[in-house]
């Protein structure tokens, strides 16, 4: 079993900082081999290296779902909303929701005090500088690997649920108010979480309860990432966060509205989100990709940077309790679609991430039965 080392293997490097030097070329630790960069835009196989497309300029986007639907008095709609998640779920992995229930003044200034987070001087986000025992705190990289390449960008990773993992004195104390704001906040998505999980649950045919009780029941897990994108010298070379899919249950995005950056994976191009005012973006995580038994699939994603405007989100993880072992649901298993995968706990899973930072969807591919050893 692999263990976290308690210290980062080289001293890190604040993102922002090395941002605010005013470095016209950035350091070779940020640049990207040339077909994980921006411009690249189609997955060739490996006979079709060559194939590099539009992506960016075109209007496509994830699909967008007015969620006061699943309220409505018209059963048809009702039916029509249902289904609109269904489809999402199943040919994208992403959708945005909006009429979602969440206080739009309630996001508005959740992403203000953490954007007031990040303009804070060094020395005080230095306090809650992070290290990979638990990830609590600021940091600068993922993965532990010596030499790796690196993202363009510093984050904030704290923990909300379960109780005995929450501890104030990990989340930041400035500025004023923010761990008000922070438990406001996540007390008003967990909801949200809930509502989406049941209607997953009633689309895969399952009891609405079904995915939360496969999660733990009250038992789950939920944490936050807050990303920030410092301004990029030269976008072109690198990526604010390289290719990954979740490793979690599900994620909810709360991303900046007025610059995009997410590019989510649609078989072989890369689409720019174009977020929807308060909207969020939901996605399937690996977890529910196994509990589903890839009915729904946990989809690659990645951030693009700019050398105009930096970029800041907020991504919330509604996660399985962490040392139930997680596998298909029997009920969705059949002669002709036996089980893909051999159950494993969430502790055991998330480690991969942590340990060698995000590399497309290779663990949970990994996972498949008989599982391949790595
Ligand atoms: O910044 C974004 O838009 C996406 C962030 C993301 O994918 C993550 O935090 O896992």
Known sequence: ?????????????????????????????????????????????????????????????????????????????????????????REWGFFQVVNHGVSPQLMDRALEMWRGFFHLPAQAKQLYANSPKTYEGYGSRLGVEKGAILDWSDYYFLHYLPLSLKDYSKWPHLPTNCREVIDEYGKEVLKLCGRLLKVLSVNLGLREEFLQNAFGGEDIGACMRVNFYPKCPQPELTLGLSSHSDPGGMTLLLPDHQVTGLQVRKANSWITVKPAPHAFIVNIGDQIQVLSNAIYKSVEHRVVVNSGRERLSMAFFYNPKSDIPIEPAKELLTPERPSLYTPMTFDEYRLFIRLRGPQGKSQVESLKSPRRLS
């Open 1 to 89: 079993m692999m263990n976290s080392p308690k210290d980062w293997p080289e001293p890190i490097v604040r993102v922002q900082s090395l941002s605010e030097s005013g470095i016209s070329s950035i350091p070779d630790r940020y640049i990207k081999p040339p077909t994980e960069r921006p411009s690249f835009h189609v997955f060739g196989s490996s006979q079709d290296t060559a194939a590099v497309a539009e992506a960016d300029n075109s209007n496509a986007n994830i699909p967008v779902i007015d969620l006061s639907g699943l309220e409505s008095e018209d059963s048809q709609l009702r039916a029509a909303t249902l289904s609109r998640v269904s489809e999402s779920c």
